[in-house]
Protein backbone atom coordinates (compact mmCIF):
# COMPACT_ATOMS: atom_id res chain seq x y z
CA UNK A 1 0.00 0.00 0.00
CA UNK A 2 2.66 2.53 0.72
CA UNK A 3 4.51 1.49 -2.05
CA UNK A 4 0.81 2.37 -4.20
CA UNK A 5 0.85 5.46 -2.82
CA UNK A 6 4.52 6.82 -3.34
CA UNK A 7 4.04 5.98 -6.76
CA UNK A 8 0.48 7.50 -7.28
CA UNK A 9 2.02 10.48 -5.45
CA UNK A 10 5.16 10.32 -8.58
CA UNK A 11 2.87 10.11 -11.35
CA UNK A 12 0.53 12.85 -10.28
CA UNK A 13 3.42 15.28 -9.89
CA UNK A 14 4.62 14.16 -12.69
CA UNK A 15 1.76 14.98 -15.10
CA UNK A 16 1.25 18.32 -12.78
CA UNK A 17 4.83 19.43 -13.58
CA UNK A 18 4.51 18.71 -17.21
CA UNK A 19 0.80 20.49 -18.08
CA UNK A 20 2.45 23.56 -15.78
CA UNK A 21 2.31 26.25 -18.44
CA UNK A 22 5.14 28.44 -19.28
CA UNK A 23 3.42 31.86 -20.85
CA UNK A 24 6.68 32.75 -22.05
CA UNK A 25 7.77 29.75 -23.87
CA UNK A 26 4.30 28.99 -25.57
CA UNK A 27 3.75 32.99 -26.76
CA UNK A 28 7.54 32.66 -28.29
CA UNK A 29 6.36 29.45 -30.45
CA UNK A 30 3.23 31.10 -31.79
CA UNK A 31 5.18 34.19 -32.55
CA UNK A 32 8.45 32.17 -34.59
CA UNK A 33 4.57 30.87 -36.72
CA UNK A 34 3.65 34.34 -36.83
CA UNK A 35 7.38 35.67 -38.11
CA UNK A 36 7.40 33.14 -40.53
CA UNK A 37 4.71 33.81 -42.38
CA UNK A 38 4.25 37.86 -41.92
CA UNK A 39 8.04 39.03 -41.32
CA UNK A 40 10.43 36.83 -42.66
CA UNK A 41 9.72 38.21 -46.63
CA UNK A 42 11.91 41.38 -45.07
CA UNK A 43 13.83 40.56 -42.20
CA UNK A 44 14.68 37.26 -42.88
CA UNK A 45 15.05 33.93 -41.10
CA UNK A 46 18.35 35.12 -39.71
CA UNK A 47 16.97 38.35 -38.35
CA UNK A 48 19.31 39.91 -40.48
CA UNK A 49 17.59 41.81 -42.68
CA UNK A 50 19.21 43.52 -45.94
CA UNK A 51 21.67 46.22 -45.55
CA UNK A 52 20.01 49.19 -46.59
CA UNK A 53 16.55 48.21 -47.20
CA UNK A 54 15.44 46.28 -44.39
CA UNK A 55 16.50 47.06 -41.30
CA UNK A 56 18.16 43.91 -38.59
CA UNK A 57 16.47 42.78 -35.82
CA UNK A 58 18.89 40.23 -34.54
CA UNK A 59 20.73 42.49 -31.86
CA UNK A 60 18.80 45.71 -32.82
CA UNK A 61 19.41 48.46 -30.96
CA UNK A 62 15.95 50.15 -32.35
CA UNK A 63 14.06 47.08 -31.37
CA UNK A 64 15.62 46.43 -27.81
CA UNK A 65 15.24 50.23 -26.52
CA UNK A 66 12.30 51.19 -28.04
CA UNK A 67 10.05 48.70 -27.00
CA UNK A 68 6.86 51.29 -27.83
CA UNK A 69 7.67 52.11 -30.85
CA UNK A 70 8.49 49.08 -32.05
CA UNK A 71 5.19 47.45 -30.62
CA UNK A 72 3.73 50.80 -32.45
CA UNK A 73 5.62 49.88 -36.34
CA UNK A 74 4.24 46.47 -35.61
CA UNK A 75 0.40 47.01 -35.38
CA UNK A 76 0.15 50.01 -37.51
CA UNK A 77 2.82 50.38 -39.86
CA UNK A 78 6.62 52.59 -40.33
CA UNK A 79 7.75 54.95 -42.12
CA UNK A 80 10.15 57.81 -42.14
CA UNK A 81 13.91 57.74 -40.74
CA UNK A 82 15.07 55.55 -38.14
CA UNK A 83 18.55 54.39 -37.00
CA UNK A 84 19.45 50.81 -36.30
CA UNK A 85 22.64 49.89 -35.19
CA UNK A 86 24.10 53.29 -36.74
CA UNK A 87 22.41 52.63 -40.04
CA UNK A 88 19.94 54.80 -41.33
CA UNK A 89 17.02 53.71 -43.11
CA UNK A 90 13.86 55.91 -44.55
CA UNK A 91 11.59 53.60 -45.78
CA UNK A 92 8.61 51.79 -45.30
CA UNK A 93 6.92 48.98 -43.53
CA UNK A 94 3.25 48.45 -43.95
CA UNK A 95 0.23 47.33 -41.02
CA UNK A 96 0.34 43.94 -41.28
CA UNK A 97 -3.15 43.02 -39.97
CA UNK A 98 -1.86 41.51 -37.34
CA UNK A 99 -4.29 41.32 -34.04
CA UNK A 100 -3.34 42.17 -30.61
CA UNK A 101 -2.41 38.65 -29.56
CA UNK A 102 -0.25 38.24 -32.71
CA UNK A 103 1.38 41.47 -32.36
CA UNK A 104 2.31 40.36 -28.80
CA UNK A 105 3.92 36.64 -30.04
CA UNK A 106 5.81 37.94 -32.51
CA UNK A 107 7.61 40.92 -30.26
CA UNK A 108 8.51 37.97 -27.70
CA UNK A 109 9.62 35.54 -30.55
CA UNK A 110 12.05 38.76 -31.94
CA UNK A 111 12.89 39.94 -28.35
CA UNK A 112 14.46 36.25 -27.35
CA UNK A 113 15.49 35.25 -30.87
CA UNK A 114 19.55 35.32 -32.41
CA UNK A 115 20.67 36.35 -29.28
CA UNK A 116 18.30 39.36 -28.05
CA UNK A 117 16.70 38.17 -24.85
CA UNK A 118 14.38 40.20 -23.03
CA UNK A 119 12.95 39.35 -19.84
CA UNK A 120 9.64 40.97 -19.74
CA UNK A 121 7.05 39.53 -21.34
CA UNK A 122 4.88 41.53 -23.98
CA UNK A 123 1.06 40.97 -23.66
CA UNK A 124 -1.87 41.03 -25.44
CA UNK A 125 -3.28 43.98 -22.88
CA UNK A 126 0.26 46.01 -23.48
CA UNK A 127 -0.37 46.40 -27.10
CA UNK A 128 -3.91 46.69 -26.96
CA UNK A 129 -2.52 50.29 -24.96
CA UNK A 130 -0.26 51.14 -27.75
CA UNK A 131 -2.14 53.64 -30.31
CA UNK A 132 -1.19 55.21 -33.06
CA UNK A 133 0.45 58.29 -33.24
C1 LIG B 1 7.73 44.25 -46.80
C2 LIG B 1 8.88 44.18 -45.92
C3 LIG B 1 8.67 44.06 -44.41
C4 LIG B 1 7.90 43.14 -43.72
C5 LIG B 1 7.04 42.03 -44.30
C6 LIG B 1 8.09 43.43 -42.33
N1 LIG B 1 8.94 44.49 -42.15
FE1 LIG B 1 9.58 45.26 -40.39
N2 LIG B 1 10.50 46.79 -41.39
C7 LIG B 1 10.59 46.89 -42.77
C8 LIG B 1 11.20 48.17 -43.09
C9 LIG B 1 11.51 48.69 -44.50
C10 LIG B 1 11.45 48.83 -41.87
C11 LIG B 1 12.04 50.24 -41.69
C12 LIG B 1 10.94 51.29 -41.88
C13 LIG B 1 11.47 52.72 -41.84
O1 LIG B 1 12.48 52.99 -42.50
O2 LIG B 1 10.87 53.56 -41.14
C14 LIG B 1 11.04 47.90 -40.81
C15 LIG B 1 11.18 48.13 -39.45
C16 LIG B 1 10.91 47.21 -38.46
C17 LIG B 1 11.25 47.36 -37.06
C18 LIG B 1 11.97 48.53 -36.39
C19 LIG B 1 13.42 48.60 -36.82
C20 LIG B 1 14.29 47.47 -36.36
O3 LIG B 1 14.91 46.84 -37.23
O4 LIG B 1 14.42 47.19 -35.13
C21 LIG B 1 10.78 46.26 -36.42
C22 LIG B 1 10.89 45.95 -34.94
C23 LIG B 1 10.15 45.42 -37.41
N3 LIG B 1 10.25 46.02 -38.65
C24 LIG B 1 9.54 44.21 -37.14
C25 LIG B 1 8.78 43.50 -38.07
C26 LIG B 1 7.95 42.36 -37.74
C27 LIG B 1 7.82 41.73 -36.36
C28 LIG B 1 7.34 41.97 -38.90
C29 LIG B 1 6.31 40.87 -39.06
C30 LIG B 1 5.16 40.89 -38.18
C31 LIG B 1 7.83 42.84 -39.95
N4 LIG B 1 8.67 43.76 -39.41
C32 LIG B 1 7.48 42.71 -41.29
C33 LIG B 1 10.16 45.97 -43.69
C34 LIG B 1 9.31 44.91 -43.42
Known amino acids: MKLF ?43 EGLKATFPPLAKSDYLLNNREASIRGIKYGQKGEIVVNGEKYNSFMAPLGLSDDEVADVMNYILNSWGNSSDKLVTEEEVAKIKKN
Open 5 to 47: ITSYLAVVSFVFFNVQQDPKKESIERGSLVYEDFCMTCHLASG
